[in-house]
């Protein structure tokens, strides 16, 4: 019979195979806040490539103001959930404040992104129903598939006539409700999705629509509103799943925004929120002064876009690979996981931080470095980038 040492020896064997492989990971510890430049913990300043502060917000003097003055004034956390006595007036603001950002009438509020997608699908959904989900959604709504008892459908990343097929299947089976999920912005390539025509689809065959805009809420669009404004089909999703955690604010929590029956029942029965503490009082208070910045001025958006637009042309001109598109999140594909490690670690050398994506993040022989853009960089900044995966690209030989 095997032992608890034995189940250690395993994961030791494992572990080692994974650091053999050139696939490890390892975290690097910042001194700083987040911004256009960290410390790391070995002193060194660096341009940060890979973080999600897509607006620069993390470090905003007024997002900071207001989750000081929450501190102040609703205390450091409720020690509990929402339910028993976890419920403070300013979250009741937030999900409103949210829901009208949105196009919604109603908004919950969850500890994480994560748990939004967690805890959605099965309260909603039963048996005698329907899922349809991109090939390429992310792990937090996959696994929130997997908890619900629906009948489920994949369908190819994108592709309009194969979720025609999915959802044809779907009704010869008798599916009472379908929902279609998709990412509205899909993390590792940037890929915007289609929203339009998939609500047309959706449209023809009597289908829900849900997205998680997890990159894309705060910039995507005129107005910032997401990839729903974005594709022109603002207010008519029906069920949309976010982040404060990115473009927000970049603290941590997460949501869930649509009809408020689809809102009523997940506050009777969406288990993360049940039986997870409230959203802490300072990242609420700092995610509604996120709000009032965004509703105020779309500067940030539109300095952000513009970051993007040139990141994007410089590093395609000096030899590099990326995936096209217009998102502030830029593949750069290298293809070789290992060569990935290597070109992440020359160029944090070069004073350049960004991360390899491998597998099981990306699919095999997909390795890429992710880069994503933010409105604090300056052009310096972007000059300084290209510059350094010039010269590591070179080294590797990469690039010619």
């Not at 997608?117 to 991109?134: K, M, Q, R, T, Y």
């Not at 293809?335 to 020359?346: F, G």
């Amino acid at each position: 019979m095997a032992t608890a040492s034995d189940f250690l020896a395993t994961l030791r064997t494992e572990l080692q195979s994974i650091r053999d492989a050139g696939l490890y990971k390892t975290e690097r510890i910042l001194r700083t806040p987040q911004g256009a430049h960290v410390r790391t913990a070995d002193g060194r300043e660096v341009l940060n490539l890979c973080a999600n502060n897509y607006l620069g917000l993390s470090s905003h003097p007024a997002v900071i103001e207001a989750a000081h003055e929450a501190l102040r004034t609703h205390g450091y956390g409720l020690s509990s959930v929402r339910f028993i006595c976890g419920t403070q007036d300013i979250h009741k603001t937030l999900e409103a404040r949210l829901a009208s950002f949105l196009g919604a009438e109603d908004a919950i509020l969850y500890a994480a992104a994560f748990d939004a997608n967690g805890g959605l699908f099965e309260p909603l959904l039963g048996e005698a129903d329907a899922v349809i989900s991109d090939e390429l959604n992310h792990a937090s709504i996959i696994d929130g598939i997997r908890l619900c008892k629906a009948q489920r459908w994949r369908y190819k990343h994108n592709d309009l006539a194969d979720l025609e097929r999915c959802l044809a299947e779907a009704a010869a089976k008798g599916a009472r409700f379908k929902l279609v999920f998709t990412d509205g912005v899909f993390s590792m390539d940037g890929t915007i999705a289609r929203l339009d025509q998939i609500r047309a689809v959706c449209d023809r065959h009597d289908a829900l629509l849900g997205v998680d805009e997890c990159h894309a809420t705060g910039f995507m669009g005129a107005r910032g509103r997401g990839t729903h404004e974005h594709r022109g089909v603002f207010g008519q999703i029906d069920i949309i799943t976010g982040t404060l955690g990115k473009a927000l604010g970049g603290a941590s929590g997460g949501f869930t925004a649509a009809r408020r029956e689809v809102i009523d029942l997940l506050r009777q029965r969406s288990r993360p929120y049940l039986f997870s503490n409230t959203v802490a009082p300072n990242i609420v208070g700092a995610s509604i002064a996120v709000l009032d910045l965004l509703e105020g001025s779309t500067a940030l958006r539109d300095r952000l876009q513009a970051n993007t637009s040139y990141f994007r042309t410089a590093i395609a001109q000096a030899g590099f690979e990326i995936k096209p598109g217009e998102h502030p999140i830029v593949p750069i594909m290298v293809y070789d996981a290992a060569k990935a490690q290597q070109l992440a670690a020359r160029l944090l050398e070069l004073g350049v931080y960004v991360v390899g994506f491998f597998f099981p993040v990306v699919p095999q022989g997909q390795a890429r470095i992710r880069v994503q853009l933010s409105a604090v960089h300056e052009q310096a900044d972007l000059e300084h980038a290209v510059a350094a995966f010039r010269q590591a690209g070179l080294e590797l030989g990469l690039i010619r």
